[in-house]
């Protein structure tokens, strides 16, 4: 299973990928552990076993369930790469793929055997630095959530700080979402301050 790889108007990659639609959003840098029990999302993980670059997409079920197909997806998601995968009984796979980089669906194909999509890359777009006053905040507050193997610096950007802090699906795809690294911060530090809010008014009560 081959990638035709274009070039967009606007300068991004252009690729098919098989895509998996999922009700958890996986950021760049996150880690994807996977138990593939579906005929069709068997079909992918062969697929993507056989192709040089073990590539496929994730996004956000906006309506729907996971299993069984006919499900509403969100057209922001991230290109995830297998890095370990397991053949179990009755062809089930344990996967555990890493998020690499951003995309936006352009088209969604027929799913035969399995969702198929045209994307584009989206990387960051030009933006001043971001505060770094705010990053140390967020970064600081964030490491309550931490744990021993969670990172202790920003080093590795919002996504990573992001994947730090309990999180709903919505308050992610607002991260996922935002345009570039400056943005991605300021969504970043209300989320987490959300958060807090609602730890604050639990332990009040």
């Excluded at 790889?5 to 639609?21: E, H, K, Y």
Aim: with cysteine; aromatic share 6%.
């Amino acid at each position: 299973m081959g990638q035709q790889q274009l070039i967009s108007a606007r300068g991004s990659c252009v690729l098919t990928l098989p895509m998996f639609p999922l009700g958890s959003v996986l950021l760049p840098g996150g880690a994807l552990p996977l138990h593939v029990f579906e005929p069709r999302y068997q079909a992918l993980v062969r697929d993507c076993i056989e192709a040089p670059d073990h590539e496929f997409g994730v996004v956000l079920i906006d309506r729907g369930r996971e299993v069984g197909g006919g499900e509403a997806r969100r057209d922001v998601g991230v290109v995830a790469r297998m890095v370990q995968v397991a053949q179990l009984a009755d062809d089930r796979f344990a996967v555990v793929a890493i998020g690499t980089r951003r995309i936006r669906v352009i088209e969604w194909l027929p799913d035969d055997p399995y969702p198929r999509a045209v994307v584009e890359d989206w990387p960051d777009g030009a933006a001043d630095e971001p505060d770094w006053e705010l990053v140390a905040d967020v970064t600081r507050r964030a490491q309550q959530f931490a744990d021993e193997e969670s990172p202790t610096e920003h080093d590795g950007g919002a996504f990573a700080i992001a994947d730090l802090v309990p999180l709903g699906a919505a308050d992610r795809y607002a991260v996922l979402c935002a345009a570039d690294a400056a943005e991605r911060w300021r969504v970043l530090d209300q989320a987490l301050a959300d958060v807090e809010a609602a730890i604050e008014f639990r332990l009040g009560q």
